[in-house]
């Protein structure tokens, strides 16, 4: 493995020495240092990207740049950024070995023109929910499970849409659900849907003029969302790597749901306007009784992929 720069670390350009590395800024999805930061002896900051390295060693970064070229580009930007204590960012510490200190992954482009204090204050209650810690993603389970076990196609009961009390407004429903491992006892575990009453233009979003299919594991379908049944239901989980999701109050962007573990934003369609998430949430299957029982089928997709790859 190739060193990585380290804090503190002395900054040579091909002419000169001009400071040391007083931050490292990490990309949040291949969790690689992109940019180190650089103090410049008393000329300020300046943010070098990973291409201008040339070697590191343990305490000295070299520059394939002279130091003219280093001045040259624009001061480092904090406002730009949200350190990673802000942010959680799953795995980070695994993968990045810098010394503890300031790591710093880029501020969600959206809310670029919000100022970086405001930015967490944007979301009613946020705080305690962003440091609250990530729901890990149960990835023990996947492997425990047989790959030919069929997919469970029962509906559930959750609740009553009667709960709903406003269109286009996110309402997690809690439901438990048993589960039966190979080798383990039955045992239940908690899980959520969210469910909008969605408007028509919401609908339209959601499913673009088309009913939804949802199939088996032989591809034969088990279910069709009505592009026009007005209850959306998505899965509880973010499309990007599983955490739990919310939906919040942000001053700019109005009503959003918001994943606190990269800060993915989607809207009440679930189309992803900011942060990491490859795919918009996922919709599940939903039928609603004349007296407003909802029922689902609980469905479960691949974190982390473009396609939707279901894996429950
Ligand atoms: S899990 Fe990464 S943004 Fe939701």
């Not at 103090?39 to 201008?52: D, L, W």
């Amino acid at each position: 493995m190739t060193m990585q720069p380290k804090l503190k670390s002395r900054v040579r350009c091909t002419d000169r020495e001009i400071g040391e590395v007083t931050k490292v800024v990490v990309d949040p999805l291949s969790h690689e240092i992109s940019h180190i930061v650089v103090s410049m002896n008393g000329s300020g900051e300046r943010q070098v990207a990973m291409g201008h390295v040339q070697a590191v060693t343990d305490s000295l970064v070299e520059l394939r740049a002279p130091s003219s070229d280093i001045l040259a580009l624009p001061p480092f930007k904090r406002d730009d950024y949200v350190t990673t204590h802000e942010v959680e960012i799953a795995h980070l510490e695994e993968k990045v070995h810098v010394t503890p200190g300031e790591v710093l992954v880029p501020f969600p482009e959206l809310e670029k023109s919000v100022k970086r204090r405001t930015f967490f204050m944007n979301f009613t209650h946020a705080i305690g929910f962003l440091i609250g810690l990530p729901i890990a993603f149960p990835i023990l389970r996947y492997l425990m499970k047989p790959m030919y076990q069929p997919f469970d196609n029962g509906w559930l009961k959750i609740g009553n849409v009667g709960k709903i009390k406003q269109d286009d407004i996110g309402v997690q429903f809690k439901y438990k659900k048993k589960v039966k491992e190979a080798y383990m006892p039955e045992s239940e575990i908690e899980k959520n849907v969210w469910i909008l009453k969605a408007t028509p233009a919401v609908l339209e979003k959601v499913y673009q003029g088309k009913d939804m299919e949802f199939r088996d594991a032989a591809g034969k379908t088990v279910w069709t969302n009505k592009k026009d049944m007005p209850y959306v239901a998505f899965s509880g989980k973010c499309p990007h790597l599983g955490c739990g999701y919310k939906w919040r109050q942000h001053k700019v962007l109005g009503q959003v749901f918001l994943c606190p573990c990269h800060l993915s934003i989607y809207d009440a369609a679930g189309k992803v306007l900011d942060g990491p998430a490859p795919r918009p949430l996922d919709a599940l299957p939903i039928k609603v009784s004349a007296g407003g029982d909802v029922e689902i089928i609980d469905m479960e997709f691949k974190a982390g992929t473009k396609s939707q790859i279901r894996i429950i």
